[in-house]
Nanobody, 116 residues
Framework: QVQLVESGGGLVQPGGSLRLSCAAR????????MGWYRQAPGKQRELVAT????????AYADSVKGRFTISTDNAKNMVLLQMNSLKPEDTAVYYC?????????WGQGTQVTVSS
């Protein structure tokens, strides 16, 4: 059973920054893709950013391009999400995702609240 553990959420003012971390219990190279999704109250879960396990190709939702950066710490089996210039509309529960050819794994989620 793969366990993904997120950390780094919290309350931040508009324009501020947060960094989310997701630690996996096995090598991130065993996954095809890792990423971050978010779900705001009353809305569907949406993709934020993805990164391939090998090669490090990234993709971002249009709403976060230029503000968020996804990366990996291969030695620690972690995927990171640096979030800058945060907006109130970024408020959501953020979930880490890891995907193989046949299985999706999810973390428990971490709350990010952007408010003055």
């Amino acid at each position: 059973q793969v366990q993904l553990v997120e950390s780094g959420g919290g309350l931040v003012q508009p324009g501020g920054s947060l960094r989310l971390s997701c630690a996996a219990r096995r090598s991130i190279f065993s996954f095809n893709v890792m990423g971050w999704y978010r779900q705001a109250p009353g809305k569907q879960r949406e993709l934020v950013a993805t990164i391939t396990g090998i090669g490090g190709s990234t993709a971002y939702a249009d709403s976060v391009k230029g503000r968020f950066t996804i990366s990996t710490d291969n030695a620690k089996n972690m995927v990171l999400l640096q979030m800058n210039s945060l907006k109130p509309e970024d408020t959501a529960v953020y979930y880490c995702n890891a995907r193989t050819e046949s299985i999706d794994y999810w973390g428990q989620g971490t709350q990010v609240t952007v408010s003055s």
